[in-house]
Every structure is written in structure tokens, then in C-alpha cells.
């Protein structure tokens, strides 16, 4: 098994997956890495992170190369607000060079200070590896993350469907890449899937939420679709894309800092 801190830091994307009191998450993420695997999230993400606990996988699902592997990190996990940017200063660099939007709001000083936003982050580091698990690739746009369980239980398999349906009450029968269905107790599950436009403008999630029974997912929520070529933003989506990134950005800011106000 190959070294789960060098395949992080080789990976232009990734997925951190965790399980809290309201079920099953999974986002994609800048993989980055201090002296441990470590994402900085846009604090935009503020609400969800507050569900995040003590474990979480940081997966690989879509290797950057052939040969690279496809894994999933098990284990603890330590979340600090840096709503200033001041942790984040010593890692952006590295997303600046991973991820295209951040290149163009904070690459350079009279940027960060113009887009002072998109610097105040939530910091998530995997500080104890319990387990690292292989993972068949995530190759094909209806290909997804399955995650599942709890803390330690944390489970993390790539999986694929015939048909991703959205109606509430759907059964979705899901199929392991790996050739090894997942079988299910009635347990909450998540399927999420994403894409991105080549520009990274445009980065889509699309999920499916519910309970696991066998193979079969019971379907409660649905979000998005399967988009095998996103397409660029044009002018003007652009423009409202960053103005909506903005506010939910400088809205987390404002959280973050009167949280560790207390």
C-alpha cells in the first residue's frame, strides 16, 4: 500500500468523507499537506463542518495518473477556524497550485488582500491514521463515493449504478467497481459523486441520501446529477458565481470569528 501523506500530496482532488449526528458527508477538497494530510475548507462550508467529529477518511477517488492508487485514510482529525488566514498563508501556495480559482483570488499579495475572504479558512488535519484502504478508481461520471457508519466504522467503497434516479422512495441498486456489492442493514448511506469544469469554476457535486439495505439504497434526499463534461461559466455566471462564493465566504468569516470569541 503506497504511503497515504505522498499520494494526498501528488493528488490534485480529493474527498473528505465523515459520519456525524445528522448522517453521512462527503465534500471534495484541495488535498494539501503540513507535517499530516491536512484541507483547508472555504468557510463557506462553515455549517457543514460543524457536524464533522473526531474521525474522517480522506479519500483519493480518482487518481491524477496511471499507475497512481485510489485510497481512502482512516482516522482522527483535528478541525481549527483560522478565519484570518494566518495557517492557511503557509498552504496556499500549494492549492495555488492545484486548484485554478484559488490561483486567481489569492495568488498574489494584492490579491489576498483584495479577496481577504477566500483566506479565512477551516483547517482539517488528519493527525492519526487508523487504517488506509484501497479504492477501485472513480472513472466514469456515474461512478461515486459511498460512505457509511460511524467514527471508527467509517466506511468508504466506490460504487456505480445503472440509473441515479431522484424521486423520494426510489430504490437505487448500487454496484461495487470493485466487483463487491455493498450489503447494507438499514443504516444511512450517501453516494456522492462530482465533476469539474476544466477551469475548476464550475466544481459539481451531485449526492443521493438515504438507507442502505443490501445493495439497495431507499432513496430520501437527491441532489444534482451525473455531468460527465461540466462546461465553463460563462461571463456573467462567472461574475454571479463569485459573487455568491463571496458572501457565503464573508458570512463564515464573521461566524468563525465570533465563535472562537466564545
Do not use: Y
Request: proline share 10%; charged share 25%; with cysteine.
Amino acid at each position: 500500500m503506497h504511503d497515504p501523506a505522498t499520494t494526498w500530496r501528488r493528488s490534485p482532488i480529493g474527498e473528505l468523507c465523515w459520519s456525524g449526528g445528522s448522517g453521512p458527508h462527503a465534500i471534495p477538497v484541495v488535498p494539501l499537506v503540513e507535517d499530516v494530510p491536512c484541507v483547508a475548507l472555504p468557510l463557506a462550508h462553515l455549517p457543514l463542518i460543524a457536524s464533522l467529529g473526531r474521525w474522517a477518511a480522506f479519500c483519493v477517488s480518482a487518481p491524477p495518473a496511471e499507475g497512481e492508487p485510489a485510497m481512502a485514510a482512516v482516522g482522527r482529525v483535528e478541525v481549527s477556524l483560522d478565519p484570518r488566514g494566518e495557517a492557511f498563508a503557509d498552504l496556499v501556495e500549494q492549492e495555488v497550485h492545484k486548484h485554478p480559482p484559488t490561483r486567481l483570488r489569492v495568488g498574489s499579495l494584492m490579491a489576498r488582500r483584495e479577496n481577504w475572504w477566500w483566506m479565512g479558512r477551516a483547517i482539517v488535519r488528519l493527525v492519526d491514521v487508523d487504517r488506509v484502504v484501497g479504492l477501485p478508481p472513480r472513472d466514469r461520471p456515474e461512478d461515486a463515493l459511498l460512505v457509511r457508519g460511524r467514527d471508527g466504522d467509517l466506511r468508504v467503497e466506490v460504487v456505480t449504478s445503472p440509473a441515479w434516479p431522484t424521486e423520494p422512495g426510489s430504490l437505487v441498486e448500487l454496484w461495487g467497481r470493485n466487483g463487491d456489492d455493498p450489503s447494507g442493514s438499514g443504516e444511512p448511506a450517501l453516494v456522492m459523486g462530482h465533476q469539474a469544469s476544466p477551469d475548476f469554476e464550475r466544481w459539481e457535486r451531485w449526492t443521493r441520501r438515504g438507507e442502505l439495505t443490501g445493495q439497495s439504497l431507499t432513496l430520501a434526499e437527491a441532489d444534482g446529477d451525473p455531468d460527465p463534461d461540466p462546461r465553463p461559466f460563462g461571463l456573467l455566471e462567472r461574475w454571479n458565481n463569485h459573487h455568491r462564493v463571496r458572501r457565503a465566504c464573508v458570512a463564515g468569516v464573521a461566524e468563525a470569528e465570533r465563535r472562537l470569541r466564545g
